[in-house]
T-cell receptor, first 114, second 111 residues
C-alpha cells in the first residue's frame, strides 16, 4: 500500500530534550516536506526536500532540523524542544515535475512539550 | 513567493444545499491547484485537483473551477451530506516550486 509513515503518533516530552520524528514513504517520491498545524493558522511549512541531500527552509524553520540521506526517509529533529513547538506535525510527499498529483500526508504526530 | 487566500474561514450549510469555497493566488506562474479535505483528527487528503490548462473539473458531487485571468479557483460541493463536514484546504504550486496552502475552511453540514 502506498503510504507515508510517521512515528510516533503522540509524544509528550520535556523542554530541552532532543527528539526525532521519523517519516518514511514507499512511493519513490522526490519531494518531501514537514508541516505544523496550529488552530487558526492552517498548515505552515517547516522544511522541504526536493531530493536526496537537497533540503531547504520553509516558512517556520526555527528550532527544527531535517536530513535527507535516503530518498524514502525525511526525519524531523528538534534539538532543544520548547513549549511553543507544541503542535500537530505532518510529513508529506509528492512526485516532482509535470506528473505531480499533490501530497500524500502521513497520519500526523501530536507533540506536547512541557 | 506565492500568497494564497481562502474564504470563508467557516461555512455552515443545510444538508442538501451547495457549498462554495474560494481561493485566490498571487503568482500567475502557479499552474497546479489541489484541494484537500481534513476530517477531525485525521490527515489532509487530496480530493480533487486542477491544472492551469483546464477551466473546470468534476468528480461526482465535487467540482473545481479555475479563472486564470482573475487568479482564483473555487471548490463546489453539491447536495451536501453530514460526512462532508471537515476542514478544506486549497493550495497552489508552480512547476519546480513548493506548495502554498490557504488557511482552511471549516465546513459544517447541518442535518
Amino acid at each position: 500500500e502506498a503510504q507515508v509513515t510517521q512515528n510516533p503518533r503522540y509524544l509528550i516530552t520535556v523542554t530541552g530534550k532532543k527528539l526525532t520524528v521519523t517519516c518514511s514513504q514507499n512511493m519513490n517520491h522526490e519531494y518531501m516536506s514537514w508541516y505544523r498545524q496550529d488552530p487558526g493558522l492552517g498548515l505552515r511549512q517547516i522544511y522541504y526536500s526536493m531530493n536526496v541531500e537537497v533540503t531547504d527552509k520553509g516558512d517556520v524553520p526555527e528550532g527544527y532540523k531535517v536530513s535527507r540521506k535516503e530518498k524514502r526517509n525525511f526525519p524531523l529533529i528538534l534539538e532543544s524542544p520548547s513549549p511553543n513547538q507544541t503542535s500537530l506535525y505532518f510529513c508529506a510527499s509528492s512526485l516532482w515535475g509535470q506528473g505531480r498529483r499533490g501530497y500524500t500526508f502521513g497520519s500526523g504526530t501530536r507533540l506536547t512539550v512541557v | 513567493g506565492e500568497n494564497v487566500e481562502q474564504h470563508p474561514s467557516t461555512l455552515s450549510v443545510q444538508e442538501g444545499d451547495s457549498a462554495v469555497i474560494k481561493c485566490t493566488y498571487s503568482d500567475s506562474a502557479s499552474n497546479y491547484f489541489p484541494w484537500y479535505k481534513q476530517e477531525l483528527g485525521k490527515r489532509p487528503q487530496l480530493i480533487i485537483d486542477i491544472r492551469s490548462n483546464v477551466g473546470e473539473k468534476k468528480d461526482q458531487r465535487i467540482a473545481v473551477t479555475l479563472n486564470k485571468t482573475a487568479k482564483h479557483f473555487s471548490l463546489h460541493i453539491t447536495e451536501t451530506q453530514p460526512e462532508d463536514s471537515a476542514v478544506y484546504f486549497c493550495a497552489a504550486q508552480k512547476t519546480g516550486n513548493q506548495f502554498y496552502f490557504g488557511t482552511g475552511t471549516s465546513l459544517t453540514v447541518i442535518p
